[in-house]
């Protein structure tokens, strides 16, 4: 396990050899993991980005013991109170809920579809739909999640544009990841804005809102791929704005650690990167299985509405 510091500098020195590799980072970005593309697949890691194909979807059990609901509305009050005390605008607030299933890790990582697979031995499965970022051509791109409904709701997808909650929640992430890519890149700007992904699950469809927001990175960035990453974290989606302040909240609020949940998985390819953030989470543990799941709080959320959220996102992509 690499430091902070060793993780950029391992990766500015292979990313400026043009070296092929993948990473790992938890959420904090205080440690992580970097492979040469030739060593990541053994016993101890597996991944996939935009698989191809997918194996036929097993029958089987899927039960969660979510945070009892004066639990969580503890923690949401707090949220709250900072948000309307001017500390945050937006705070990103999850918890772990136990999952019992007949599925075992091997089977979980295997028959799901997801955009970005990960499966680190004995440490997590992450089985994420959400783009961290993208470098293609020395242009950077980030593709922020915020907004997620029943696809099977009446209207869901004009319920979900048409929300004023969710509209100043998605605005304020974007803004933020602005922000974060004119720190390392020029010529920033929204190139698509707030547009609709379909994700399927083993409870149904989901309505997922995202955007993208791109921008010209210097000539030589690939000597400084490491520390433009670093800048970066951690995620605006899965933290909240302002960053500094909202961490500090998320830590006292959540009471847990996150680890490697909603740090960041990534491979260059000696030329152009794409990443994910590490959401669709279960930790793995003995013979435990911990999904970790949340979501935005603003100043306008319900809180029954957020710990169902909560709740609806601890699912995985096998159907």
């Not at 013991?65 to 605008?89: A, D, L, T, W």
């Not at 997801?114 to 783009?131: D, G, H, M, Q």
């Not at 400084?224 to 995620?235: E, M, R, T, W, Y």
Request: hydrophobic share 35%; proline share 5%; with cysteine.
């Amino acid at each position: 396990m690499l430091t902070r510091k060793e993780l950029i500098n391992t990766i500015n020195n292979l990313a400026a050899t043009r070296q092929s590799f993948v990473f790992i980072v938890d959420f904090k970005g205080e440690k992580g993991l970097v492979f040469l593309e030739s060593e990541a697949h053994d016993d101890n890691l597996q991944y996939c980005i935009e698989q191809t194909h997918s194996l036929a979807a097993p029958q089987f059990d899927w039960q969660v013991e979510p945070i009892p609901y004066p639990v969580y509305e503890q923690k949401f009050n707090y949220v709250r109170q900072q948000i309307q005390q001017g500390n945050s605008f937006l705070v990103n607030l999850t918890q772990p809920t136990p999952i019992r299933t007949n599925l075992t890790p091997e089977r979980i990582y295997t028959h799901a579809k997801a955009r970005y697979k990960v499966w680190l031995k004995n440490e997590f499965i992450a089985l994420s739909p959400e783009t961290f970022v993208r470098i293609n051509n020395g242009r950077i791109s980030s593709y922020p999640m915020k907004g997620t409904i029943d696809a099977n709701i009446p209207n869901a997808k004009e319920l979900i544009l048409n929300n004023a909650k969710e509209k100043a929640e998605h605005a304020t992430i974007v803004d933020l990841i602005r922000n974060d890519l004119s720190m390392v890149a020029e010529q920033v700007e929204v190139t698509r804005y707030r547009y609709i992904d379909r994700l399927k699950t083993n409870q149904g469809e989901l309505l997922q809102v995202s955007s993208e927001i791109s921008g010209v990175l210097p000539t030589d960035y690939h000597q400084n791929l490491g520390d433009i990453l670093f800048k970066l974290l951690p995620a605006g989606s899965i933290s909240g704005a302002p960053k500094p302040k909202t961490v500090q909240i998320i830590e006292t609020a959540e009471g847990y650690e996150r680890g490697f949940y909603t740090g960041i998985f990534g491979k260059f390819d000696g030329t152009n990167l794409d990443s994910a953030v590490l959401i669709r989470f279960i930790e793995l543990s003995d013979d435990k299985m911990t999904f970790k799941s949340g979501g935005g709080i603003t100043s306008q959320s319900i809180c029954m509405d957020e710990y169902n959220e909560l709740i609806h996102k601890v699912y995985v992509p096998i159907y």
